[in-house]
Each structure stands twice: as structure tokens, then as C-alpha cells.
């Protein structure tokens, strides 16, 4: 998309499409790529280990709800207040919004829970990613 949106700049500047003007919008479009596909992981392994607040979360449900508790605080969410979900063999994702969610590791979970959790999810009409 980016080296579409170059290359028609490079026709409205010139007049024409150039192989110049193709190979400038490759090799800019190649080399963000690169480095967005570099700096992400970078980013996101520095912020794991910033994050001074790591602690053991405790996750409780029921049919209204979930408690998430820890040493800093507690949350209370009805079923209905979370965004969306998604769950994959390893983990349950629970949205708040489009960009936070909490992490459950299925693996803390006896077997069958993640059946549990996205029942009444589905139950209380919030919808899977």
C-alpha cells in the first residue's frame, strides 16, 4: 500500500512512472517493512522487562462475572462489559478494548475452564474476534 502511495506521488511530481520512481518506492516500502518487523519485537521485549509490577494474578468467575486480583488491587467485570475475546490452545484473551486485554494462560486453568469462560461469554452476547 505504502509503495502504491509513493509511486503515484512520483507520478503526479514527474508526469510519468519511471523505473526510478518504482525502485525508490520498493526499497522505501522494503526497508520500513524491515525495520517495523525489526523494532516490535525489539520494543516489546523492553517493555516486558521495564515493568517493575509483575506479580502473581489471581482469576476468579462465575456466572456474572470475573474477579482478577493481585497484591495491587482487584477488578470486577460483568460478562458483558468486555469488548471481545479470543482463545487459541495455550491462552483466552479478554478485551477491555481493541488494544488491552488480559492474558489467561490456559495451562493455570483446570481442564475444560476455557469451555467455562467463552460459554458465558457467548451467553452474554460478546462476540470472538
Known amino acids: ?32 517493512a524491515a525495520l517495523i518487523w ?21 482469576f476468579n468467575w462465575d456466572d456474572r462475572g470475573v474477579t482478577l486480583t493481585s497484591n495491587h488491587g482487584s477488578g470486577n467485570f460483568a460478562w458483558d462489559e468486555f469488548f471481545t475475546w479470543a482463545t487459541d ?12 486485554f488480559y492474558v489467561l494462560p490456559l495451562r493455570a486453568f483446570p481442564f475444560g475452564a476455557s469451555n467455562d469462560i467463552v460459554a458465558a461469554l457467548a451467553s452474554a452476547g460478546v462476540k470472538p474476534r
Do not use: C
Open 38 to 58: 525489526w523494532t516490535i519485537p525489539m520494543n516489546a521485549r523492553r517493555k516486558y522487562h521495564q515493568r517493575k509490577m509483575w506479580d502473581e494474578v489471581h
Open 1 to 32: 500500500m505504502f509503495a502504491i502511495i509513493l509511486l503515484g506521488l512520483s507520478v503526479f511530481i514527474d508526469g510519468s512512472v519511471s523505473l526510478r520512481g518504482v525502485a525508490t518506492a520498493l526499497v522505501i516500502t522494503l526497508a520500513l
Open 89 to 100: 490452545k495455550r491462552t483466552v484473551l479478554l478485551y477491555l478494548d481493541p488494544r488491552l
